[in-house]
């Protein structure tokens, strides 16, 4: 059986903000219903960012419209908090708009196991830290999954794991640690741990990418309002992924994408450590000397 999930990520609902068309987005939303409808699939993933964040009370206006967008869709939907999500609002706000807990979850859907991994996404600005934290909870959540999957696992999130260079990004190539989680290494290292095929799904960093790091395949989908890819319009992003026997992505609207594989649970020879810490490259140059 092929499972099959419509994607939406970074709706970013609200004013326009530097490249993100949050004047779009209701307009767009509909259009994603439509899509969907018209898909029929097991389920529906919001990546987050539903929003641009102002303060508490526009932010829960706002959040209130993009929950109503959602409701001419007919399949499940389940719901990931982005770092908008989380500046002014606690994660029961949104749980309490969008009218599901928004814990760490897992689905079992016919030969898959789907794992919305929500951890924290909230962006900290204090003198001494600014950006995201990965909680040890979040972590050992991951892990505990991966430890224990016995079937093919899906992993989706807010935030990509994979570390994936931001080389032309309009937001994080200059801003490159606020693309993923401080330690995310340790994320990576996480779902290594698993002995089925893993693939990764994320938002966030607002363009079409495919990484693969150890074996598994990490994918971030295209923001549905954002522009800076697609001269000034907003790439109205819709996104559909079918997990099987192999993996289909294909990403609708102005910015689309196209990309299929077979997942497997190959995973590659550890890292070399930093050069000068072997003892042979130590002894050559013992040697030159």
Not at 6 to 28: E, F, M, N, Q, W
Not at 62 to 69: D, N
Not at 205 to 212: A, E, S
Not at 225 to 254: I, N
Request: net charge negative; aromatic share 6%.
């Amino acid at each position: 059986m092929t499972v099959r999930l419509a994607l939406v990520a970074d709706i970013h609902h609200g004013a326009p903000s530097a490249t993100k068309r949050g004047d779009t987005a209701l307009g767009l939303m509909e259009e994603f219903a439509r899509f969907t409808n018209a898909a029929r699939p097991d389920l529906v993933i919001d990546l987050g960012d539903r929003i641009s964040d102002i303060d508490r009370d526009t932010d829960l206006r706002l959040e209130r419209e993009v929950a109503e967008a959602f409701a001419p869709i007919t399949a499940p939907v389940r719901h990931i908090c982005g770092n908008h999500d989380r500046d002014h609002l606690e994660v029961a706000d949104n749980e309490a708009i969008l009218g599901q807990s928004l814990a760490n979850e897992t689905l079992d859907i016919g030969g898959w196991r789907i794992a919305l991994w929500r951890a924290d996404s909230r962006i900290i600005r204090t003198p001494e830290h600014s950006g995201f934290v990965l909680k040890e909870a979040d972590l050992l959540w991951l892990s505990r999954v991966a430890q224990t999957a016995d079937r093919p696992l899906l992993v989706l999130s807010h935030v990509p794991i994979s570390g994936h260079a931001q080389t032309g990004n309009y937001y994080f190539q200059n801003n490159p640690s606020a693309s993923t989680y401080p330690h995310a290494e340790r994320a990576r290292a996480a779902l290594a741990q698993a002995r089925v095929p893993v693939v990764c799904m994320a938002g966030h960093v607002h363009w079409n990418t495919v990484t693969k790091v150890d074996g598994i395949v990490h994918m971030t989908q295209q923001s549905l309002t954002e522009s800076f890819t697609t001269s000034g319009e907003p790439a109205g992003a819709f996104g559909l992924l079918e997990l099987g026997d192999t993996v289909s992505w294909q990403v609708e609207g102005k910015d689309p994408m196209r990309f299929a594989f077979t997942p497997t649970a190959d995973r590659w020879t550890p890292v070399m450590p930093v050069l000068d810490s072997l003892p042979e490259f130590a002894a050559r140059r013992r040697t030159a000397a």
